[in-house]
């Protein structure tokens, strides 16, 4: 009897101090302090003008639509740098409004777990964006599983499945150059009202721009309509700002290192395209340490020599899935290759040496695309016997020969960079010399014995520039059949675009390898010769494309670079025949350069490094023309004094 007396005290007490709290709980006000300044009623859309969208509804609507919002707290506001401190960044929480009316609950009391990132945009949108860079970026597919990612979308922003908000921002600014959806701010006409034939660009590449008053459709033109990429209005010029932000933070913590290469290497084709070759190199340059600093160029089964446990030499962990395996050799192979690419003709080493680099070539892409297993054992590596030139059937798609074709190019730049100091007994460079004397090298064409100077060295006849020029040219044989037409014509299928950079890659390499002593004077020059067939390869090509309705945005913004090396070629021979008077190699060299410059304008009303490539190959052709002039200057005076008694 005392325990049920003692018993039904407790209770009574209990039930006190639960009334007690409830009571302090229906009096709290820190909700509405905290949503103070915020709207969340009636979302709209405002995309003329960037204003970044901290959180969005995720939950069912009565009429579901595309909700950008400019709702932005008082306190939240960007500071000059238009970027938000990343430390302690809150998770807006969101009630859905048909669970909430329905629900007994005050408002104030009401739980939701529909949470969104800040700065990201909403989820309808976010999955457009997504979906637009994987239909609309060559290489997306390959650094990023399409149906992983898109899946990993529906998760809540606080799961670990759920993507890191610095590669959403990157994606969002890719995207941004590809879609109608995003619009900035006109920077010449700000006021401009896009659906009244105003110009308005799409974020970052396209102008929006009426077609005809009776044909209401929009045609993208006119590259000095873009933004400024410090300009923080532009949508994707932001959205990179708060990824690089973002992304210091995360590399210091080590935090989903790989999605944060991802995010660098999407950042530096965004950069390239805009025509910032630095911007797009550093960017580049943070994904190549990530990957070195991960070990994703070393393949686990060649690894080091060392009783050391293989957890303790790698910093990344063992991939799950065979398709993280996967996943983490494309992303090594898409940094090298664009690497390879953007710096093919500069004096820049190459961040990866070719001996550093066991990791095994990507599968095909329907493998991939599938997560189906395929066996590491018997895949190609860049340093197997003649793996450049041969082609196994089961693991060759158009990124392998890709893959294969810059790792000829990287070596062909490797030889030009490195031949002076290689050929040297350590006092001085040796010279190279216009005769056709030849020089014994060393059976190693990759370790060259030191020369003593007074010997004159002609790279074209070394040991190594042969092999090396009998190599671009075996690629080029060995091609698959399936795979000899990129544009589609002989098969009916649609151009691809990685398959069209590829076979523009080995001509690139010919003209890489031959310019420097090619004497386009002369015309048996074999040198002149090789480099004027490749440029005209490459010519062929822009005449495939250009007789397609393909979309030259959608190519890889890579294809400039093969394009802009055939007219700097061309160009060198129109200015050599202008000055010797060959008046019929001139009009058919100059209907050529008129073709490149027409696909590079054609691609410069679309993005920068278009127009940025034609800026300079007008360039070229002023520098090119003055020498010419001035070495048939030189040789008219030479002849007069041999004549004059």
Request: with cysteine.
């Amino acid at each position: 009897m005392i325990f049920l007396t003692a018993l039904g005290s407790n209770a009574a007490e209990l039930e006190q101090i639960i009334q007690t709290q409830d009571a302090q709980l229906s009096a709290c006000v820190c909700r509405d302090r905290d949503t103070a300044g915020w709207e969340t009623s009636n979302l709209s859309v405002t995309l003329n003008a960037f204003d970044p969208p901290l959180f969005t509804q995720v939950g069912p609507t009565s009429a579901p639509r595309i909700v950008v919002s400019s709702i932005l707290p008082s306190s939240q506001s960007p500071g000059r740098s238009g970027i938000f401190e990343w430390e302690n960044m809150p998770l807006i929480c969101f009630n859905d409004p048909q669970s909430s009316s329905a629900s007994p609950m005050p408002e104030t009391a009401a739980l939701s777990t529909e949470i969104w990132p800040v700065n990201i945009p909403p989820l309808e949108l976010l999955h457009h964006l997504a979906e637009t860079v994987f239909a609309a970026v060559p290489l997306a597919n390959r650094i990023l599983h399409r149906p992983t990612f898109m899946a990993s979308l529906a998760y809540p922003p606080s799961s670990h499945e759920f993507p890191h908000v610095n590669l959403l921002h990157a994606i969002c600014a890719l995207a941004s150059m590809y879609t109608p959806i995003v619009t900035d701010v006109n920077p010449l006409d700000p006021e401009a009202d896009v659906h009244e034939g105003g110009a308005a660009v799409f974020s970052a590449g396209i102008v929006n721009r009426q077609f005809t008053d009776d044909n209401p459709r929009f045609f993208p033109r006119r590259q000095e309509d873009l933004g400024d990429v410090d300009d923080e209005n532009d949508f994707a010029a932001v959205h990179l700002k708060w990824c690089w932000t973002g992304m210091k933070t995360s590399i210091r913590r080590g935090d989903a290192l790989i999605q944060q290469t991802q995010a660098t290497l999407i950042g530096a084709w965004f950069y390239h395209s805009r025509g910032l070759i630095v911007t797009a190199s550093s960017w580049l340059g943070t994904a190549r340490q990530l990957l070195h600093t991960l070990g994703v160029n070393v393949s686990p089964e060649l690894g080091p020599l060392s009783r050391i446990p293989k957890s303790m030499l790698y910093s990344l962990g063992k991939p799950k899935t065979s398709e993280e395996a996967e996943l983490r050799r494309n992303l090594f192979w898409a940094v090298y290759s664009t690497e390879r690419i953007l710096n093919a003709f500069n004096v820049y080493p190459s961040g990866f040496g070719d001996e550093d680099c066991s990791q095994i070539l990507p599968c095909c892409f329907k493998d991939f695309e599938a997560k189906r297993y395929v066996p590491a054992q018997g895949r190609q590596r860049i340093l197997g016997r003649n793996a450049l030139v041969t082609h196994p059937k089961l693991t060759t798609d158009s990124f392998t020969l890709y893959v294969k074709a810059t790792v000829i190019l990287g070596k062909v730049k490797y030889f030009n960079r490195s031949f002076r100091y290689r050929y040297t007994d350590g006092d001085e460079p040796c010279r190279t010399s216009t005769d056709n004397t030849t020089t014994q090298l060393d059976p190693d064409p990759a370790n060259p014995k030191p020369m003593n100077c007074a010997t004159s060295v002609q790279p074209q006849h070394t040991e190594e520039f042969k092999a090396l020029d009998n190599l671009i040219q075996a690629f080029i044989t060995n091609i698959p059949k399936e795979f000899r037409d990129p544009v589609g014509f002989s098969c009916g299928a649609k151009l691809d675009p990685i398959l069209y950079m590829t076979h523009m890659l080995p001509h690139m390499a010919t003209i890489a390898l031959h310019d420097p002593h090619a004497k386009v004077s002369l015309v048996q020059d074999p040198s002149a010769q090789k480099i004027l067939a490749a440029a005209r390869a490459i010519l062929d090509l822009i005449y495939k494309v250009c007789a397609t309705t393909y979309d030259l945005l959608y190519l890889d913004h890579s294809s400039s670079k093969a394009w802009f090396v055939a007219g700097v070629t061309l160009i060198r021979f129109l200015c050599v025949r202008t000055v010797q008077n060959d008046e019929a190699e001139v009009a058919r060299l100059t209907e050529e350069v008129g073709a490149v410059k027409f696909i590079l304008e054609n691609l410069g009303d679309r993005t920068r490094i278009g127009l940025r490539q034609i800026k300079l190959l007008e360039t070229v052709y002023m520098m090119e023309m003055a020498a010419a002039r001035q070495t048939a200057t030189i040789t008219q005076l030479a002849t007069l004094k041999e004549l004059s008694p």
